[in-house]
């Protein structure tokens, strides 16, 4: 279960999945679970994602993404990131492997206690979203070509 | 053995950030070794350090970095300096929760055996900590100065 809200999560993250809108009665479980976990969060602003709600807000001036489940569980935090703020191993891969390809997404995802990255990287022809769970190496996710005109 | 290059790797880290030693004339294997993973590198500048380990500082995508090598040609880390914006989010978490009210002077993030962790210090009235933090947000003091102390 606990899986499927997750991937639920990460596809709306990808852009995949669609998102309902921004006119959203809070979760109250939802934002007492918040509170708790972001006590230094500015700027909250929820939006029902899917099956979830989702917080946008500023903690230590970062934007995160904050995705509950409906009974009030948090299951990803997320953040925007460019290229360099990427670890070294994962930053010098991208540089060497993928020279001829530019980013058009990159978010660091934390779920479980357990932090992954996500690469959208595409060229004329192709569409790739690599992953990294270890820090160390990439790992295709999800790879498309694109359409011709 | 190869523990003990790590540790000794990371001991230097911990102690010394700039380019210390005299220069010395490497062996071709870790200088080949050297170039083939760090292709892009710019003025590379050796040192050993002891217990057959060769400490390169080097320049590569505007970044001043530290790579260490063991007499096999084996790389046994790589260190550069970065900002807290670069730091992961369970790291950053970890370190608002133990570094409250201190100030954080430095952060080199550290590549031993495939496993990144960052070396953090931080000053507060007492002194200075130097804590090493893992990608999971764990936490190990390497090194404490109280203030008046070396």
């Known amino acids: ?149 | 053995m190869k523990k003990l290059f790590v540790s000794a790797a990371l001991a230097l880290a911990v102690v010394t950030s700039s380019f210390a030693g005299d220069m010395v004339k490497v062996d071709k294997k870790i200088q080949s070794a050297f170039q083939k993973e760090f292709a892009s590198a710019f003025n590379p500048r050796w040192e050993s350090v002891g217990d057959g380990v060769y400490h390169v500082t080097f320049t590569q995508n505007s970044e001043v970095m530290d790579a260490y090598y063991n007499d096999d040609a084996e790389l046994i880390s790589i260190a550069r300096y970065v900002n807290q914006d670069q730091l992961p989010l369970l790291v950053t978490k970890t370190l608002n929760q133990k570094f409250s009210g201190s100030e954080i002077t430095q952060i080199r993030e550290l590549v031993t055996e495939n496993e990144t962790s960052y070396l953090v210090t931080a000053k507060n009235d007492n002194g200075i900590v130097i804590a090493r933090v893992f990608t999971s947000g764990g936490f190990q003091i390497v090194k404490k100065i109280k203030n008046g102390k070396a």
């Open chain 1, 1 to 149: 279960m606990k899986r499927t809200i997750f991937t639920l999560a990460l596809s709306l993250i990808l852009g995949t999945a669609s998102f309902a809108n921004n006119d959203v009665t809070i979760n109250q479980k939802a934002e007492q679970s918040f509170k708790k976990e972001f006590t230094q969060a500015k700027d909250v602003s929820w939006q029902k994602a899917g099956e979830m709600v989702k917080a946008t807000f500023t903690l230590n001036e970062r934007v995160l993404f904050a995705y509950y489940s409906e009974s009030g569980d948090l299951v990803a935090v997320t953040r925007n990131i460019t290229p360099d703020q990427l670890p070294i191993t994962l930053v010098s891969s991208l540089r060497k492997n993928y020279a001829e390809f530019w980013v058009s997404d990159l978010f660091e995802m934390v779920s479980g206690g357990q932090t992954n990255y996500y690469v959208t990287l595409e060229n004329a022809d192709q569409k790739i979203v690599l992953k990294s769970e270890d820090f160390g190496s990439w790992s295709t996710y999800k790879k498309e070509r694109k359409a011709e005109d």
